[in-house]
């Protein structure tokens, strides 16, 4: 069974880092690529960078400057961290799967609130 | 970047036909793919590459298009077809969504 799950802190203080953390099961991450995608409050969807399956990584150019995504295969485990947070950038993050390029699986979604 | 624009809301019937549009600023071939959110859940995949229905998702929803201009019908609708309906492109980086239909009730 294919799950992604996102931790991390609710809540971050202004200019501070966020870490985020997706741990998959069911699938390996060297055959699969895991994307990271945001969505603010009462908005929509914003795609935020990819791990592919190779190592390799792809950023939104938006958020590129401030953004890193890494790996842990052994432990199943990909990574987000992204700097100089602001209150826009309060949103529900989610990891999703993607074998080719649509994402057929996705997390329950984290949660983050961008205040002091 | 490939701007996806969608109509912001659709007031629908039940058992009515409804298609949901999306409009590509440049051509996508077909790497253009549907998802469904509901309140408070994650966004789920219904249609890929256009055409092809998710496993599992309900034959009522069928999608369609190429290039530019893109539909998703639901025929019919049901109750539990009410929520937000994203289009995403992945035919380049960076992939991007439609802002959203919200499919809502008459």
């Known amino acids: 069974q294919v799950q992604l799950k996102e931790s991390g802190p609710g809540l971050v203080q202004p200019s501070q880092t966020l870490s985020l953390t997706c741990t998959v099961s069911?699938?390996?991450?060297?055959?699969?690529?895991v994307h990271w995608v945001r969505q603010p409050p009462g908005k929509g969807l914003e795609w935020m960078g990819v791990m592919w399956s190779d190592g390799d990584t792809s950023y939104n150019s938006a958020l590129k400057s401030r953004l890193s995504i890494s790996r842990d295969t052994s432990k199943s485990q990909v990574f987000l961290k992204m700097s100089s947070l602001q209150t826009e950038d309060t949103a529900t993050y989610y990891c999703?799967?993607?074998?080719?390029?649509?994402?057929?699986?996705w997390g329950q979604g984290a949660s983050v609130t961008v205040s002091s | 970047d490939t701007v996806l624009t969608q109509s912001p809301a659709l007031a629908v019937s039940l058992g009515q036909r409804v298609t949901i549009s999306c409009r590509a600023s440049?051509?996508?071939?077909?790497?253009m793919h549907w998802y469904q959110q509901k309140s408070g859940q994650q966004p789920k995949l219904l249609i890929y590459?256009?055409?092809n229905l998710e496993s599992g998702v309900p034959s009522r929803f069928s999608g369609s298009g190429s290039g530019t201009d893109f539909t998703l019908t639901i025929d019919p609708v049901e109750a539990d077809d009410i929520a937000n309906y994203y289009c995403?492109?992945?035919?380049?980086?960076?992939?991007?969504f439609g802002a959203g239909t919200k499919l809502e009730l008459k």
């Open positions: 995403q492109q992945s035919n380049e980086l960076p992939y991007t």
């Open positions: 440049k051509s996508v071939s077909t790497y």
């Open positions: 999703a799967r993607s074998g080719k390029a649509v994402m057929d699986a």
């Open positions: 590459s256009a055409s």
């Open positions: 069911g699938f390996s991450l060297t055959s699969y690529h």
